[in-house]
């Protein structure tokens, strides 16, 4: 009897350990759920911001174009994200912005004109065109 009292014991105590770590984890992936909700709904308020802007004209200078390649699970999974940093001409502030890869390809350092954003969105770059001279 007294061995049969002691098995009951030990179950009861592994399945308290259990239960203890069972709500642990289901803690957890309610924790994990609601950073992922509040970062999903974050995202959406950011972009309906943004995307209600009215478009910014800005004179600026293209400082430097980056780009970096974010690693996929395989080899097609790769993608790669496009950077333009431009520098204000009015107030010399350094402004980095996502570009797509047809905007990159256009782009070269250097280069002067006006700055089209709509919020925190690159929308656009408009060179100065600088006039040939003529040949003496």
Same mark, same amino acid.
């Given at each position: 009897?007294?061995?049969?009292? =002691? $098995? !009951?014991?030990? /179950? $009861?105590?592994?399945?308290?350990?259990? %239960?203890?770590?069972?709500?642990?984890?289901? %803690?957890?992936? #309610?924790a994990l759920g609601l950073?992922?909700?509040g970062d999903f709904l974050?995202?959406? #308020?950011? !972009? @309906? %911001?943004? +995307?209600?802007?009215?478009?910014?004209?800005?004179?600026?200078?293209?400082?430097?174009? *980056?780009? =970096? #390649? #974010?690693?996929?699970?395989?080899?097609?999974?790769?993608?790669? @994200?496009?950077? @333009?940093?431009? /520098?204000?001409?009015? *107030?010399? =502030?350094?402004?980095t912005l996502v570009v797509?890869?047809?905007?990159?390809?256009?782009?070269?350092?250097?280069?002067?004109?006006?700055?089209? +954003?709509?919020?925190?969105?690159?929308?656009?770059?408009?060179?100065?065109?600088?006039?040939?001279?003529? %040949?003496?």
């Open positions: 009897m007294n061995g049969n009292t =002691e $098995v !009951v014991q030990k /179950q $009861v105590c592994y399945f308290g350990k259990a %239960l203890a770590m069972d709500k642990f984890v289901l %803690l957890a992936m #309610i950073y992922l909700l974050l995202s959406v #308020i950011r !972009v @309906a %911001l943004n +995307t209600t802007r009215p478009m910014m004209s800005r004179d600026a200078s293209l400082v430097k174009k *980056t780009h =970096e #390649i #974010i690693p996929g699970s395989g080899r097609k999974d790769a993608c790669s @994200a496009y950077y @333009a940093t431009f /520098q204000l001409l009015d *107030t010399h =502030e350094l402004v797509r890869d047809m905007w990159f390809a256009r782009l070269d350092e250097g280069m002067e004109g006006k700055l089209l +954003t709509r919020g925190e969105y690159f929308a656009g770059f408009e060179p100065e065109v600088v006039p040939v001279q003529e %040949l003496a």
